[in-house]
């Protein structure tokens, strides 16, 4: 039933038991904002790829362990939170989210983030503490706006000491 709200433009579907997304919800086409935080999902279905206008992503606190390529397809995403999750990795495709000025990625298990984070030269907030970072890339540093703005790398296992260490990226 949720695809056949076209011209939805907020859903808010968080604090429930859900353990999976519909692909119909690539049918919303208008929606700008999707908040699905506390529940059970596991997946995120390729569909919401297709959801062209969304600019805020709300999905922290579920069970998701990875996420779908089309997430680079996002264009107008500003802020995505989908910290307190499974993630290990970060799809390259993330590199593609050039709106993006607030990306939240703590207490999921990330061991390495791929380069072309680099590419979001609008982020101006990046929250990736709590995971298993033992290195970041160096385009990351390249950012002007991560590197004077509110970056969150604590509880991580980035060196103190050679090769390099965290706060000379």
């Excluded at 353990?19 to 086409?29: F, M, R, T, Y």
């Excluded at 999902?41 to 919401?48: G, V």
């Excluded at 991560?146 to 706060?167: A, Q």
Aim: with cysteine.
């Amino acid at each position: 039933y949720i695809g056949d709200l076209e011209s939805l433009l907020q859903c808010y579907l968080f604090g429930n038991q859900l353990v999976s997304l519909p692909p119909e919800i690539g049918n919303l086409q208008e929606l700008t904002d999707f908040e699905a935080h506390l529940n059970q999902i596991t997946t995120l279905p390729p569909e919401i790829g297709e959801l062209q206008n969304l600019s805020n992503l709300q999905l922290y606190n579920n069970q998701i362990s990875e996420l779908p390529p089309g997430i680079g397809n996002l264009g107008a995403l500003q802020i995505f939170n989908i910290s307190y999750n499974k993630l290990t990795m970060i799809p390259a495709e993330i590199g593609k989210l050039t709106e993006l000025t607030n990306l939240s990625l703590g207490s999921n298990e990330i061991q390495e983030l791929h380069p072309d984070i680099g590419n979001l030269e609008k982020l101006s907030v990046f929250y990736i503490d709590h995971n298993k970072l033992r290195d970041l890339p160096d385009e990351i540093a390249r950012s002007q706006n991560v590197s004077s703005s509110t970056c969150d790398l604590g509880y991580n296992f980035l060196p103190t000491e050679s090769p390099r260490p965290w706060w000379e990226w």
